[in-house]
C-alpha cells in the first residue's frame, strides 16, 4: 500500500460528459501529480501541483482541468469527453523536493480506470 | 523534448534464466533516472534512482546500471514473483517540478 488514495477505481461514461477524479496524497506529501496511462501512449504525465500551487504542466487537454486543495487532496476534471479518453488515471505524490535527492521517488495510487463509450 | 525507449517490449524467460532490460534516453541534462515495477491492475511503484554514469544500485535480483546515454536493468536468476512492467524514466534539469517522463516499458513474464 503506497499510501495515496484514488477514487472512484472504475468510472463508465458516455461521452460529452463530465467526471472528477479525487486522489488523497500520502500523509505529509505536500505534491500530487496525475498521470495518464494508455495502451498506445504509455504513462503520460498531466500536472502537478505543489502545496495548492500547479508546479508544472504536461500534455494536459484543455477539456481537463485540476486544483489542490487547502488539505493537500488533488481533482482532475475532465470534460466533454472523448472516446480516445479512456484510459487509467493515476495519481502520485512525492514528499518536499530539494531536501531529498529523490525527488523522482513517487509514490503512486492504484489508478482511477476510465471507460468512455 | 526528452525521449526514453525501452526494450524489449516483452521478455519470457525461465525462472532463473538471468537477463538484461534496457532503456535508452536522451535530455536536456540529466538530474536522475528512475526504475519502477508495475504489476497488472496497480500503480507503478520505486525501485531505484541513478543520478551519475557509472552509478550502480542493487536490490535483491535486480541491478540498475547507468551510462551517460542508457540504463541496464539486470535481473539474476529471476523468479515468477519478478514478473511484471518494467518501466524506465528520467528526470532533466530544465524541468520545472519533478515531472518524470516514462518509457513504454518492458513486461517481464518468467515461467517456473
Known amino acids: 500500500d503506497s499510501g495515496v488514495t484514488q477514487t472512484p477505481k472504475h468510472l463508465i461514461t458516455a461521452t460529452g460528459q463530465r467526471v472528477t477524479l479525487r486522489c488523497s496524497p500520502r500523509?505529509?506529501?505536500?505534491?500530487v501529480y496525475w498521470y495518464q496511462q494508455s495502451l498506445d501512449q504509455g504513462l503520460q504525465f498531466l500536472i502537478q501541483y505543489y502545496n495548492g500551487e500547479e508546479r508544472a504542466k504536461g500534455n494536459i487537454l484543455e477539456r481537463f482541468s485540476a486544483q489542490q486543495f487547502p488539505d493537500l487532496h488533488s481533482e482532475l476534471n475532465l470534460s466533454s469527453l472523448e472516446l480516445g479518453d479512456s484510459a487509467l488515471y493515476f495519481c502520485a505524490s512525492s514528499t518536499r523536493p530539494g531536501r531529498n535527492r529523490n525527488t523522482g521517488e513517487l509514490f503512486f495510487g492504484e489508478g482511477s480506470r476510465l471507460t468512455v463509450l | 523534448e526528452d525521449q526514453v525507449t525501452q526494450s524489449p517490449e516483452a521478455l519470457r524467460l525461465q525462472e532463473g534464466e538471468s537477463s538484461s532490460l534496457n532503456c535508452s534516453y536522451t535530455?536536456?541534462?540529466?538530474?536522475?533516472l528512475f526504475w519502477y515495477r508495475q504489476d497488472p491492475g496497480k500503480g507503478p511503484e520505486f525501485l531505484f534512482t541513478l543520478y551519475s554514469a557509472g552509478e550502480e544500485k542493487e536490490k535483491e535480483r535486480l541491478k540498475a546500471t547507468l551510462t551517460k546515454k542508457e540504463s541496464f536493468l539486470h535481473i539474476t536468476a529471476p523468479k515468477p514473483e519478478d514478473s511484471a512492467t518494467y518501466l524506465c524514466a528520467v528526470q532533466a534539469l530544465s524541468n520545472a517540478g519533478n515531472m518524470l517522463t516514462f518509457g513504454g516499458g518492458t513486461r517481464l513474464m518468467v515461467k517456473p
Open positions: 500523509s505529509g506529501d505536500l505534491s
Open positions: 535530455v536536456s541534462g540529466l538530474r536522475g
